[in-house]
């Protein structure tokens, strides 16, 4: 990632991206010291006239309820999946946690277990007070929490299953979308969870954390509007351009992805709204999306499991 210093440039309201509050999603952007909020309701017609440069959104810094707005104003690269500049990924709380710069906060942990798709278990860890937005916000169709602790002790647990095999830390985000045409079922969803989770206990016999043996199984696939699952064909937006128009309806969000259906679109259109965050957005009605890179993906054909063996 290339940043820089450029004072110059339009004002405006610069879009921070999609999170998710009390399950519910929302989207956001900031103007100075300003912060706008808007909840993310389906059906919903939005426009937005994108203008550039694109720009670091600033640091959640410790201590602090707010996002810190970025000292430099600095440009980041268009197509980069970082969504802040240098200076501030050295500050902030949330990626010095994903990079074990932080040995404990005084906060309580807890250890989840995600479900993506067949074969698809992911191992992690979130802040008690923040429940289950970053299950939300990953886009997990369905979780459970397996065990609660300090800081390094829920650490330990998570490094623990994933060397085991049983989980994975990440997962892509083109793995996890693919993940969305996977036939399944709640009950399935329900009992895989379940299982792993009893795997995990087995695993974790004698660390320092509180087991949950009867956490529920969460599941955000009706939430996710996924219940008959991803539409058979979509086009993905790529990276984003001063210029370009991001318009539609909106289906519910899945995860921080957005489906934009337009009548003037073939099929509809998938943002991840990472790509959003940076850029200066101004509202506009009647006009169709223009100016975007668009990469068709169509639902891979089922195989057949006679010819599978050969």
Not at 84 to 107: H, M, Y
Request: a neutral charge; aromatic letters at 6%; charged letters at 25%.
């Amino acid at each position: 990632m290339h940043s820089q210093q450029q004072p110059g440039g339009p004002t405006g309201w610069i879009s921070t991206g999609l999170h998710w509050q009390d399950g519910r999603p929302v989207l956001s952007a900031t103007n100075g010291g300003r912060v706008h909020e808007r909840a993310v309701t389906a059906g919903t017609e939005v426009g937005w006239l994108l203008a550039g440069p694109r720009r670091c959104t600033g640091a959640w810094i410790a201590g602090r309820s707010e996002r810190t707005p970025c000292p430099h104003r600095a440009v980041i690269a268009p197509e980069g999946g970082a969504v802040q500049c240098e200076a501030c990924q050295s500050v902030d709380r949330g990626l010095a946690l994903a990079r074990d710069q932080i040995l404990d906060d005084g906060r309580t942990y807890l250890l989840y277990l995600a479900w993506f798709g067949d074969g698809l278990l992911k191992v992690g860890l979130t802040a008690e007070q923040r429940g289950s937005s970053r299950l939300l916000e990953q886009g997990a169709l369905a979780y459970t929490f397996a065990g609660r602790g300090a800081l390094p002790a829920v650490r330990r647990a998570e490094l623990t299953v994933a060397a085991s095999g049983l989980a994975r830390e990440r997962f892509t985000s083109r793995v996890k979308v693919d993940g969305w045409w996977e036939e399944s079922d709640a009950d399935r969803r329900r009992a895989v969870l379940t299982d792993a989770r009893e795997q995990a206990h087995r695993l974790l016999r004698g660390h320092a954390l509180d087991l949950l043996p009867d956490h529920p199984v969460g599941d955000h696939v009706e939430l996710f509007g996924l219940a008959d699952g991803a539409p058979a064909d979509y086009r993905q937006i790529g990276p984003l351009a001063a210029g370009a128009v991001v318009a539609g309806a909106l289906r519910p969000p899945i995860g921080r992805h957005l489906l934009l259906d337009h009548p003037e679109e073939p099929t509809p259109l998938l943002l991840d709204t990472r790509l959003l965050t940076g850029w200066t957005l101004t509202p506009v009605t009647g006009r169709p999306p223009s100016g975007l890179a668009l990469r068709p993906r169509v639902r891979p054909p089922v195989r057949d499991a006679q010819e599978s063996l050969f």
